[in-house]
Nanobody
Framework: QVQLVESGGGLVQAGGSLRLSCVDS????????MGWFRQTPGKEREFLAA????????YYGDSVKGRFTITRDNDKSTVYLQMNNLTPEDTGIYYC???????????????WGQGTQVTVSS
């Protein structure tokens, strides 16, 4: 069974940085596009970033463009999300997922991880 495990969340002050990791424990998606979303209470999951299977291309949601960077290391079956210049509005649960069709909506992704909490204090 495919299992994506996120880590790297925590508490950080505004203006700080965090790097999230998403490990594919079964190496199922080493050559598949992957992405990151976040969810805040009362809102739908928000698309943040996606990366091609080889890591040569990526695209981002408007709210994080220029601040967040998605990368991957297929040798380690890991996808990363580097988050810089964080604000309290970035607080939420961050999820990685497999992208099975082109797009940036929740319905274009599957195999969601359990999420990792990010809290940004002002």
């Amino acid at each position: 069974q495919v299992q994506l495990v996120e880590s790297g969340g925590g508490l950080v002050q505004a203006g700080g940085s965090l790097r999230l990791s998403c490990v594919d424990s079964t190496r199922t998606y080493n050559y598949s596009p992957m992405g990151w979303f976040r969810q805040t209470p009362g809102k739908e999951r928000e698309f943040l970033a996606a990366i091609s299977w080889g890591g040569e291309s990526a695209y981002y949601g408007d709210s994080v463009k220029g601040r967040f960077t998605i990368t991957r290391d297929n040798d380690k079956s890991t996808v990363y999300l580097q988050m810089n210049n964080l604000t309290p509005e970035d607080t939420g649960i961050y999820y990685c997922a497999h992208r099975f069709r082109p797009g940036r909506t929740e319905g274009d992704f599957d195999s969601w991880g359990q999420g990792t909490q990010v809290t940004v204090s002002s």
